[in-house]
């Protein structure tokens, strides 16, 4: 039987959980879903199979995306609310990750603290996923790298500048851009800088693929040379506590006309949702520059090539039956848009 990918690994809790190579075999992979070329794996790949979803935050784009993508595989994706699971409160994180375990072949969970998803890859026998996490976001940085990919070719040596707040999507960014070999500059206020550890982490990627990455304070000169300028929200949930002094610090950091004036070939990304009119406004947002529908649909892409590369096929060893064929196209429904040179 032939799988898709050569390297497994067994979570997906952190960007630092793919190598290099293992990111560009997953946008590979994503970019081949996208053109309608069915799974490598013969058949539906996930068929037989379960994925418990749980969310302990709000999803639109998550919860959709990966709901359709499970489906498209052939899987069943079961959605559970923080109301439903309690994890850490109801029972403890240990008894609901192997109660699920005897029930699923994968769990997403879109969590307020990383700690939680640490705690049940310490124990469970299956894949865990980030689906969002205080520290990190890794679906969505695969989806953005996948974006950028398309718009603008090979990655190496492009410039990709973060402005506003180095939060979870600015981490996971950091990581991605540095092992594609990208150059990634952070923009932020005074104190409100990305991860140390990450920072430190991304620099030591970046010595091998020759990325470059900074940090900085002046929004105007931080975006000048961009290719790509991304922001997000200014106050990520959990944070609502410091939004009085966020909203002092941050709107000199605002994607404006004026600001992406200074980097006028530059695309412009925001992973969603937005708050027009604060972090970005809506000129910008629905510009002719603007590729944020685009990183929207590319979460499905990724999330379905990610799944396929943890879930390690195993009809052989179960005897499950042969799969249903999936459709041959199973593409993307956006019109296209040429890619940036």
Same mark, same amino acid.
């Given at each position: 039987?032939?799988?898709?990918?050569? +390297?497994?690994?067994?979570?997906?809790?952190?960007?630092a959980d793919l190598d290099p190579a293992s990111i560009e075999e997953t946008l590979e992979h994503a970019a081949a879903l996208k053109a309608g070329r069915p799974p490598t794996t013969a058949g539906a790949p996930l068929?037989?199979?379960?994925?418990? @979803?749980?969310?302990?935050? $709000?999803?639109?784009?998550?919860?959709v995306s990966f709901e359709v993508g499970i489906s498209r595989l052939g899987g069943q994706p079961i959605s559970l609310h923080d109301s439903e699971?309690?994890?850490?409160?109801?029972?403890?994180?240990?008894?609901?990750?192997?109660?699920?375990?005897?029930?699923?072949?994968?769990i997403v969970a879109r969590v307020r603290d990383h700690s939680l998803l640490e705690q049940m890859a310490e124990v469970a026998s299956i894949p865990i996923v980030n689906a969002l996490s205080d520290v990190e976001h890794p679906c969505q940085a695969l989806?953005?790298?996948?974006?950028?990919?398309?718009?603008?070719?090979?990655?190496?040596?492009?410039?990709?500048v973060f402005v506003g707040d180095g939060n979870n999507v600015a981490a996971s960014l950091i990581l991605v851009g540095a092992s594609l070999g990208m150059n990634v500059r952070a923009v932020t206020p005074t104190g409100y800088e990305p991860d140390p550890s990450i920072v430190e982490r991304a620099v030591l990627i970046g010595r091998g693929t020759g990325a470059r990455i900074e940090l900085m304070h002046d929004p105007v000169a931080g975006v000048r040379g961009a290719d790509a300028v991304y922001t997000d929200v200014w106050t990520s949930m959990g944070h609502e506590a410091e939004q009085e002094a966020r909203q002092r610090a941050f709107p000199p950091y605002a994607l404006t006309a004026s600001l992406m004036a200074n980097a006028p070939d530059a695309i412009v990304m925001h992973c969603l949702p937005a708050h027009r009119g604060e972090e970005i406004d809506s000129e910008v947002l629905d510009g002719p520059r603007s590729v944020v529908l685009d990183q929207a649909e590319n979460r499905l892409w990724v999330q379905m090539a990610v799944?396929?590369?943890?879930?390690?096929?195993? +009809?052989?060893? @179960?005897?499950? $039956?042969?799969?249903?064929?999936?459709?041959l196209a199973i593409g993307s429904r956006t019109t296209g848009r040429p890619a940036r040179g």
């Open positions: 039987m032939t799988v898709p990918f050569a +390297r497994p690994v067994a979570h997906l809790l952190s960007m068929a037989g199979r379960s994925v418990a @979803l749980i969310f302990e935050k $709000p999803s639109l784009r998550t919860r699971i309690g994890l850490g409160v109801r029972e403890s994180v240990q008894d609901a990750t192997r109660t699920l375990e005897r029930y699923v072949d994968a989806a953005d790298a996948l974006t950028l990919q398309e718009q603008l070719g090979d990655l190496r040596g492009r410039q990709l799944l396929q590369r943890l879930i390690r096929p195993r +009809r052989a060893t @179960l005897g499950y $039956p042969e799969p249903v064929q999936l459709p």
